[in-house]
């Protein structure tokens, strides 16, 4: 060899994984640095991607999580060994659970010494561990293969029925060198890795059979149909065969709330009296009472989108399953639907108007009874209206009278701009679905939060106001998990379901540099929001509620078993 030979360029891990994840344009990482995953951060900054630091992993978790729902390209969030990814799992556990695609890609601990439990530094051998919690989790041994392993993993989370996917780093991988010319070629962009999956034709033939002798027809819309983007398509299903529609609470927007055909304000009636009912990614758990009497008819037939083929019976006898897309699905059945085949009766389509006028009627009242103090009629209310004169804004929603009131009363109008608590109705979820609902659309959010809910993510306000995010964060401060006026019978403790009354989350966001706004009536709500949105700024409102509004679990009191401690 020539004396004067270059030395090869190299790369090493930090790099690779790095231009692996740009190569299949995933262009935002959500995360938390430390050993051994900080340079990765630094390397993603260097190559123009945007890294979102946060200050637990869970939250940021949950934000890579909704950008893969609202994307449909897998969420990325990037944690450290032992305690930052077991902080990450419950975010990665929680995806996969609501069907969202995300890859938490972890560092780990040096095998050989974890695999002996000799007691490495942050030891924990974390493939074992998320496995249960993951879609698929996949460990890379050699940087070379680190291509491989990020096309398993983006395929593992957006194909078929979307999860979360767990890949292991271990620091050695991340701080190997090769030649460079060798990593590249190593590295490649995985071909259509969420392939379209069609009916068959029979299924749809099946299903429009069903549907052609149903006389109180009606379409449940779910998440899944949220995520499949099939917005035109499912509108045109619901006019062109004028059938009832349902929406999920984040399948909400994908038609109107205020369209005609919406049976929302009358859901008891529709499951309770529907003959021919349409799930589309909608799946027949605890949120749809399981499928069975007395919520629902014991005659009612299902038709059932989906794309996981296991889903199907899974709580009471599909009679048409199409296993497919639910895009891919609602054009087949489009494409073979006759004019005038489906029918749904006169009686019916009164009924549910009848029942929605009253609900409404009733609701109206609520909302407008101006109570003092505010209870959570006044201040959703008040929402309602400054976000009727928005476009594009997000809601994020949890707590549970918060977000059981923030779904019936918050109207949405445009799809995909609902994020909530989701199949787990889990707390914590907040503040990573609207930093990743404003950092992946550039569009407001506002994030309709109870105060315990809050609690779980609000050390996120940093986050949100070092990113200089457009987040108005509205927390229901009622000093309480559920209501606020629990007294201890027991001891001089506080009570359980206890907060603190005194509280002001104003002032948290103040620390930060937000603009904390106090708000105890529904018109300071109002006029406190309407300026927060109008900044576009980081700001928090402190919304108070009457402490004695709600109940005990919002609107899940039957599933919340009772002893004769509780208050009456
Ligand atoms: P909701 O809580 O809104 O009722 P679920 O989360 O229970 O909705 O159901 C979502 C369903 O959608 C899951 O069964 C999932 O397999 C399915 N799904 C997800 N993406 C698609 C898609 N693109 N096409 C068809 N089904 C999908
Ligand atoms: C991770 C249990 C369900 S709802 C809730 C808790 C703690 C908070 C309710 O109080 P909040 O709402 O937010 O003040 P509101 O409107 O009624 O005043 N831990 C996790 N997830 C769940 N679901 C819980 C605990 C729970």
Not at 47 to 56: P, S
Not at 209 to 229: F, H, M, N, S, T
Not at 454 to 461: A, P, R
Request: proline content about 6%.
């Amino acid at each position: 060899m020539s004396s004067t030979a270059r030395p090869p360029e190299m790369t090493d891990g930090f790099h690779l994984i790095v231009d692996a994840l740009r190569l299949n344009d995933l262009s935002t990482i959500y995360g938390l640095v430390g050993i051994p995953i900080t340079d990765v951060a630094r390397a993603a900054q260097a190559r123009g991607m945007r890294f979102i630091g946060f200050r637990q992993e869970q939250a940021a978790g949950h934000a890579a999580a909704a950008a893969g729902f609202l994307t449909r390209r897998p969420g990325v969030c990037l944690t450290v060994s032992a305690p930052g990814f077991l902080n990450g799992l419950v975010a990665l556990a929680n995806a996969t659970t609501n069907c969202f695609p995300m890859i938490q890609i972890s560092g780990s601990s040096e095998r050989e010494i974890v695999d002996l439990q000799q007691g490495d530094y942050e030891e924990l051998d974390q493939l074992a561990a998320a496995r249960p919690f993951a879609k698929a989790a996949f460990r890379v041994d050699r940087p070379e293969d680190i291509g491989a392993g990020v096309a398993r993993a983006i395929r593992g989370a957006v194909s078929g029925r979307p999860g979360g996917v767990y890949l292991d780093l271990p620091a050695k991988v991340l701080g190997a060198t090769i030649d460079a010319e060798v990593g590249r070629a190593s590295l490649f962009k995985a071909v259509d890795p969420a392939p379209s999956q069609l009916a068959t034709p029979e299924s749809i033939d099946r299903a429009l059979r069903l549907l052609a002798g149903a006389e109180r027809p009606l379409i449940v819309l779910g998440k899944g149909a949220a995520y499949a983007q099939a917005d035109e398509e499912l509108r045109e299903l619901v006019e062109s065969t004028g059938i009832p529609f349902l929406p999920m609470s984040m399948a909400k927007g994908l038609l109107p709330d205020d369209h005609p055909q919406s049976a929302a304000a009358a859901r008891s009636l529709v499951l309770k009296d529907a003959d021919v009912v349409i799930l589309v990614g909608a799946r027949l758990n605890w949120l749809l009472a399981h499928g069975r009497a007395p919520r629902w008819s014991a005659e009612c037939r299902f038709i059932q989108v989906d794309i996981s083929p296991e889903e199907i019976d899974s709580n009471r006898p599909i009679a048409a399953p199409v296993v497919a897309d639910v895009k891919a699905a609602t054009r087949q059945l489009l494409a073979a639907l006759r004019p005038g085949q489906i029918t749904p009766r006169r009686a019916w389509l009164d009924a549910i108007d009848a029942k929605k006028t009253e609900n409404v009627q009733r609701m109206q009242a609520r909302l407008a009874a101006d109570a003092a103090p505010m209870n959570f009629y006044g201040a959703l209310r008040a929402i309602r209206d400054v976000l009727a004169e928005q476009d594009g804004t997000f809601v994020v929603n949890e707590g549970a009278n918060t977000l059981d009131f923030g779904r019936d009363i918050l109207p949405m109008h445009e799809p995909r701009k609902r994020l909530d608590c989701g199949t787990w109705g889990v707390m914590g979820v907040g503040m990573g679905y609207a930093i990743a609902a404003a950092v992946e659309s550039g569009r407001s959010v506002v994030a309709v939060e109870g105060d315990s809910a809050f609690g779980f993510s609000g050390m996120e306000l940093e986050t949100i106001c070092r990113y200089e995010l457009p987040i108005v964060v509205v927390v229901f401060n009622n000093g309480g998990v559920y209501k606020g006026d629990e007294v201890n019978r027991f001891s001089s403790d506080p009570a359980p379901t206890a907060l603190l009354r005194t509280s002001r989350y104003d002032k948290l966001i103040e620390a930060f540099g937000g603009a904390g706004y106090y708000a105890a009536d529904p018109e300071t709500v109002a006029s406190s929001l309407r300026e927060a949105l109008a900044s576009r700024k980081p700001a928090l409102v402190d919304c108070v509620i009457d402490p004695t509004a709600g109940t005990e679990s919002g609107h899940l009191t039957d599933l919340n078993p009772q002893s004769p401690l509780r208050p009456a």
